[in-house]
Nanobody
Framework: QVQLVESGGGLVQAGGSLRLSCAASGRSLSTYHMGWFRQAPGKDREFVAAINWSGIWRDYEESVKGRFIISTDNAKNTVYLQMNSLKPADTAVYYC?????????????WGQGTQVTVSS
């Protein structure tokens, strides 16, 4: 079992930055591929970014390429999502997921989510 807890969400103006964190407990993240997903009101949950267990491969949804960066700190058992140049369209609840399969398009384990609101 893996427990995931996201933090770092909040309210930010367009053009600003936030860094989301996802802390894991129960098992080492080094055995999982990690992903970030988001769900805006009235929309389906969508893939945002993923990183493989070794940190070598990264995958991004097209609209966040060049703005978001996913990274991991295995010593802290934490995965991060650095979000720059934020837009109102990025407003959503952001979830991290641990997945045993690559590419990450779903998750074996999920966090509870953290709200990101970008004002125009």
């Amino acid at each position: 079992q893996v427990q995931l807890v996201e933090s770092g969400g909040g309210l930010v103006q367009a053009g600003g930055s936030l860094r989301l964190s996802c802390a894991a407990s129960g098992r080492s993240l080094s055995t999982y591929h990690m992903g970030w997903f988001r769900q805006a009101p009235g929309k389906d949950r969508e893939f945002v970014a993923a990183i493989n267990w070794s940190g070598i491969w990264r995958d991004y949804e097209e609209s966040v390429k060049g703005r978001f960066i996913i990274s991991t700190d295995n010593a802290k058992n934490t995965v991060y999502l650095q979000m720059n140049s934020l837009k109102p369209a990025d407003t959503a609840v952001y979830y991290c997921a641990a997945d045993s399969s690559w590419p990450v398009r779903s998750g074996d384990y999920w966090g509870q989510g953290t709200q990101v609101t970008v004002s125009s």
